[in-house]
């Protein structure tokens, strides 16, 4: 065998030598002497003698197929020939292969030691661990910080290594990451092998390693213990400061009420006209100062975003006056005219931060005073916008604001262009504090400007009217109500309230309840109210649903849907787009309640109405008796007329009662919101923070309905978790709604308890 290959390849070699031509004479040649070889040597083995026409027959067919056969041959030769030119080539190409692949080897475990030397000097952690928490890599400061190699902590899960609690954190953090597939960081503290404590800011990344075919997370972690430390020492400085603040507001304010009220006065009376010129400076300028002081102490707010409102009845007369006053007093110094002018349609009372409200109206009109030359007008038209919302138009004659600067004046220390003549008269903080306090407020502040024409800033606020102090009719409307609330206490308060108008309530208190109350009821009610945030669903799914039944055709009558809602952002037009007909605020009103039952259920106001005279139809509420001494607790806590309210529909007893039971329920509700907080702390995730917010929102409304109205406006700002101020103090106002609610419920219980 091994020689056939042998004499292959030496024919091979012979014809590649020899060339295709003469090979083929030389297999001619071969060929016809081979043939009369065989063919002499066969005829004399069997006839015993060589003819010669045996002979030339052979040369003539050796002749005939030997351009064949060596066609044949020589062809395979090619062929050969061929391929065993490309398996050199090949085998040249192997061997380039093999010495770039040596190559990128040497490169590769370079590099991978490259690495590993970068993740080492690293000072942050860096570790890898699997779906099970076993740690797969792992460098330096790792080691240094569990004081174990990795080799040992290879394959140890955190529950070998670290404190039980500290462990279990890690592996939820771990399990929540690989859950939501996103990047996950939180803050963490870890105590050393020397029992040092440091506080890491811990970076997962899910990872899926298809070479093991599992999901595994890759860590990042930074010691940020001195930045927290620092922190802290600016929290602790940012308070301390904040109370020196306001100790010395406090004691300022006092005096300086003093000058504007008496110098105020004084201004009423009989005065020379030198006098009367040298008092108006006197009260201007306190005003000023008391103005100027606010706004200092709320740059300080600002920073934390800590600015608070305290509403209280303003008598909208006693607010026009006191603009107009100041106003005047400022214009006239520059001789400048000062034109006030307000609807008819303005409420008696609202219910309004007064002291807010005028720092920002200040500040507009010694703006307008400041950049109107003299001799110039400033115009105020007050309008109310809608039942509870009022805009405060200013208007002056003065040098305006370029276009692309009008943004910029809202930024805290800007000061337009064009009037940085004037700079010595400004701070460049009083637009900026007053639109923030304008956003808190319900509303916002806005310009419109037109160099050397003049500019028009326009104030809008939320405030709700009040009522109480008017006499109040209740009329009659026998309905059949279902009330889907989850708040104990807000259902004992609009029970009552519903009641008292003679509807007939059913109580559901999830979605799920509610749908079994329309079923049963077979669709019998005449109104649907509805809160908005449920164990189980919100008002509006249910209220989409109930329409999605009606459009569908499978209920033939649709009863009125109505939010009840503790929001006071949002508009009627909003509810209205999400499913609603209506909507009333909470803490509800007798009044609300009254106003919507007439105006869509109007037969009973109607008759009401025909039969004006007796006396008998109407439930006279009576006008809110406040005692000095009540309005004090009422303006830092709690609030009076919602709780004459009640007493007035549900009886002392009764809002006794209730103020017993949310004393019971506000344990469980405080829980539920300060379990919340602490897995957001721990986690930092959307879920956790929206849970939080919602738990807020719900203590809101229980604060709200029985009266708590410092605290509920705190729980306003714990249930906006859309800013940068809520990450900031969440926690301080949970632990501020903690502290406070037992002390604040027991002035509203001795407010009522008092009560005639
Ligand atoms: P300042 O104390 O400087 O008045 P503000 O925050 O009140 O600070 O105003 C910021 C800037 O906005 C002012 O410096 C001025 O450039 C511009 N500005 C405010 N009100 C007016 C106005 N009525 N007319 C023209 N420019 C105004």
């Known amino acids: 065998m091994i020689n056939l290959k042998q004499y292959g390849s030496q024919y091979v070699n012979w014809v590649l030598r020899l060339g295709k031509g003469r090979a083929a004479l030389w297999g001619l040649f071969v060929l016809a002497i081979l043939a009369i070889l065989i063919q002499s040597l066969l005829s004399l083995i069997i006839t015993g003698e060589i003819h010669t026409i045996d002979i030339f027959r052979s040369i003539g067919f050796g002749l005939i197929s030997a351009p064949f056969v060596i066609y044949f041959f020589n062809l395979i030769v090619e062929k050969l020939e061929r391929s065993r030119q490309r398996l050199a080539q090949s085998l040249e190409d192997l061997s380039i292969l093999r010495e770039q692949d040596a190559r990128l080897n040497a490169e590769l475990e370079q590099q991978a030691e490259f690495l590993r030397a970068f993740f080492n000097v690293s000072p942050d952690l860096v570790f890898y661990r699997d779906d099970k928490g076993h740690f797969l890599s792992c460098n330096r400061a790792m080691e240094i910080l569990t004081g174990k190699s990795e080799k040992e902590l290879i394959n140890s899960t955190p529950y070998e290594i670290y404190p039980e609690d500290t462990a279990k954190l890690m592996m939820e953090t771990d399990r929540d990451t690989l859950a939501m597939n996103t990047t996950f960081t939180y803050e963490q503290w870890i105590r050393h092998p020397n029992n040092k404590l440091s506080c890491f800011e811990i970076r997962k990344v899910p990872y899926y390693d298809p070479l093991s075919d ?3 997370i890759m860590g990042f972690g930074r010691d940020i213990t001195e930045r927290k430390r620092y922190q802290e020492v600016i929290e602790k400085n940012s308070r301390d400061k904040s109370t020196l603040m306001a100790t010395i507001s406090h004691e300022l ?17 009989e005065l020379s006209h030198q006098q009367r010129e040298y008092l108006k400076t006197i009260n201007i300028s306190a005003v000023s100062l008391g103005h100027i002081f606010s706004d200092i102490i709320d740059l300080e707010k600002i920073d934390s975003r800590r600015i608070e409102l305290f509403r209280s009845e303003v008598e909208f007369s006693q607010l026009i006056s006191d603009i107009s006053h100041f106003a005047n007093l400022m214009a006239e110094q520059k001789k400048i005219k000062f034109h006030i002018q307000y609807e008819e349609n303005l409420p008696n009372f609202i219910y309004v931060d007064n002291a807010r409200l005028s720092q920002i109206l200040w500040n507009l009109v010694s703006n307008a005073v400041k950049f109107t030359p003299e001799g110039g007008d400033i115009y105020l038209n007050i309008v109310r916008r809608d039942n509870d919302h009022f805009d405060f138009i200013l208007r002056d004659t003065g040098i305006g604001i370029p276009a692309n600067e009008q943004r910029k004046i809202f930024a805290m220390f800007y000061q337009a262009e064009n009037s940085q003549t004037k700079k010595a008269q400004g701070s460049g903080i009083g637009l900026a504090i007053s639109k923030r306090i304008a956003k808190l407020m319900g509303g916002d502040l806005t310009v419109e400007s037109e160099v050397n024409q003049g500019s028009t800033f326009t104030l809008s606020i939320q405030a709700n009217e009040v009522k109480a102090k008017k006499a109040m009719k209740i009329n009659t409307h026998s309905l059949k109500v279902l009330l889907v609330e989850d708040i104990e206490v807000n259902v004992v308060v609009a029970r009552a309230m ?24 077979q ?8 809160d908005i945030q449920l164990p189980d669903t919100t008002g509006f799914e249910i209220a989409n649903k109930l329409r999605e039944r009606y459009e569908e055709g499978s209920v033939d009558y649709l ?31 007798l009044e609300a309640l009254s106003d919507c039952l007439n105006d869509y259920f109007d037969e009973g106001f109607s008759e009401a109405h025909s039969q004006h005279s007796d006396l008998q139809n109407f439930c006279q509420i009576k006008p809110v008796v406040v005692e000095q001494e009540v309005i004090k607790a009422k303006t830092s806590s709690i609030d009076s007329v919602i709780l004459s309210e009640l007493v007035d529909v549900m009886g002392k007893q009764a809002v006794l009662a209730n103020l017993e039971l949310f004393a019971r329920l506000m344990p469980d509700y405080l829980n539920s919101l300060t379990n919340a907080l602490k897995l957001w702390k721990q986690t930092n995730s959307a879920e956790s923070r929206k849970q939080t917010a919602d738990e807020a929102h719900k203590i809101k409304g229980a604060l709200a309905s029985v009266g708590l109205i410092k605290l509920q406006e705190i729980a306003q700002l714990a249930q906006m978790d859309d800013s940068e101020e809520w990450d900031l103090n969440i926690e301080k106002w949970t632990v501020e709604i903690q502290n406070q609610w037992q002390k604040d419920l027991a002035l509203a219980v001795d407010w009522v308890e008092k009560s005639a």
Do not use: W
């Not at 519903?498 to 009821?521: I, P």
């Not at 669709?523 to 509805?530: E, V």
């Open 523 to 530: 669709n019998s009610y005449d109104l649907i109210l509805l």
């Open 253 to 269: 304010r006092t005096p300086l009420n003093g000058i504007i009220g008496l110098s105020r006065i004084l201004l009423e009376g």
């Open 214 to 216: 599992r999901h595994c």
């Open 498 to 521: 519903l009641e008292k108008f003679g509807c007939e309530v059913d109580v559901a208190m999830t979605g799920k309840e509610a749908f079994e109350y329309f079923e049963k009821a």
């Open 559 to 589: 009863p009125l849907l109505v939010a009840l809602t503790a929001n006071i952002i949002q508009t009627k037009e909003e509810y209205q787009q999400q499913g609603m007909d209506d909507v009333l605020r909470k803490p509800l009103s």
